[in-house]
């Protein structure tokens, strides 16, 4: 289970920059899907590179610039939470091909404790995003933009209990609520290709 939450966080993540630029928009059903401001997906896609190239101060400024001109959107605090988990997953060696190939590590999880302030952060963050959606899902179910930072916020909570804090049955508990997640944006948005990857390595794990 924790090579897998490892890879399907990795896949998860970047991949969710990279899906920055496209937006999940709802749209109706004679209406294209809207694709959000330029200016906008190069703001934070610029976040995700800086992240690439471990710059984990640098990616996070520009999520939080995001963050504090659009306060409503969860995106900006999901980005900024990946920023985190992925800066203590390369700091604890997770990010490597030792981590993978050792079955103890594996099996194990991480030796010692993620860093206390990078953890408080992180569930800032990532509980700052499930807030905004969640509110945003309240005034709209169809909101596919809330959704999906929802199913990543969710994803990126199972793998820092699972693989972190080797809390695995929580880490099950919040695969099982992101998978539910999941589908659910697959029905708004059948062309949300990273939900299809949430799902499929929440099937994976569970079977």
Known sequence: MMRVCAIASAVLLLASGAAAAP??????????????????ALEIEAGFHLLYELKFPEARAEFVSWEKSH??????SVSE???????EFYQQGVL???FFLNDKRLLGGIEG???????????EAVGRARDIARRRLKANASDADALFALTLATGMQADFAGILERHHIEGMRLIHESESLAKQLIV???????????????????G
């Open 23 to 40: 937006r999940l928009h709802a749209a109706g059903p004679d209406e294209a899907p809207k694709p959000a401001p330029v200016g906008a």
């Open 71 to 76: 306060p409503e959107d969860p995106l900006g």
């Open 81 to 87: 939470a990946a920023a985190y988990l992925f800066e």
């Open 96 to 98: 490597t091909s030792d």
């Open 113 to 123: 404790k993620p860093d206390a302030k990078r953890k408080a952060a992180f569930n």
């Open 188 to 206: 708004l948005r059948p062309d949300a290709a990273d939900a299809y990857l949430a799902l499929g390595a929440a099937n994976y794990i569970i």
